[in-house]
């Protein structure tokens, strides 16, 4: 039975059989997937990172997460996905800063009108 | 005048030259700094990322980012820099249901108390 050489295996022009440690995660429909991992990890250093993780799903998870990483580089040149952390941080940020200010704004209600009870009010 | 090798030479086992790309970045004190950069990535893609940028900040942040995911990928061997990810998405959505919540009991507190006004309320 003819098997379809995976976005790997077809980059590196090798034959993909079914002992191919990256066919699972790189299907020949989606090239440039594989690119981007290949460019800024290496064929070698991804198959490292799959050979010292035993449990199927510990590979799956750590496969999407260089795929992840490897995705963001090419959109973020500079930054990779540490974009992404820097924007979550910023936002974090800002929205204990707003969490912050209509605390403050609840706690002066509540000092000036002490016998108004919240439904549901659980804190 | 001798010239102490950087991390990067030092491992390599080569002469460190004023030319020497990654010296900047990975001082001789700071071997694992390195090490974690070259098992992730690898010198030549690390030595690639900073040919492809001009500006000599550009190349600083890069490499600042390089690090910064190879020493996630160390501590989180599955998910990397992704687990720093889905902590900060994590606390930003708890962050934002409890903003929603003291929003919901703010305005029950307005609706009750029409005329209250707030010092320095600028909603």
Known sequence: MSRVSCAACKYQRRKCTSKCVLAPYFPANQPKKFQNAHRLFGVRNMVKILDE?????????????????????????????????????????????????????????RQQHPTATYPNFDR
């Open 53 to 109: 993780l035993k449990d199927e799903d510990q590979k799956s998870d750590a496969m999407k997460s260089i795929i992840f990483e490897s995705d963001m580089r090419e959109k973020f040149p500079v930054y990779g996905c540490v974009e992404c952390i820097s924007y979550l941080r910023q936002q974090l940020q800002i929205t204990l800063q707003e969490l912050q200010d209509v605390q403050s704004q609840l706690e002066f209600y």
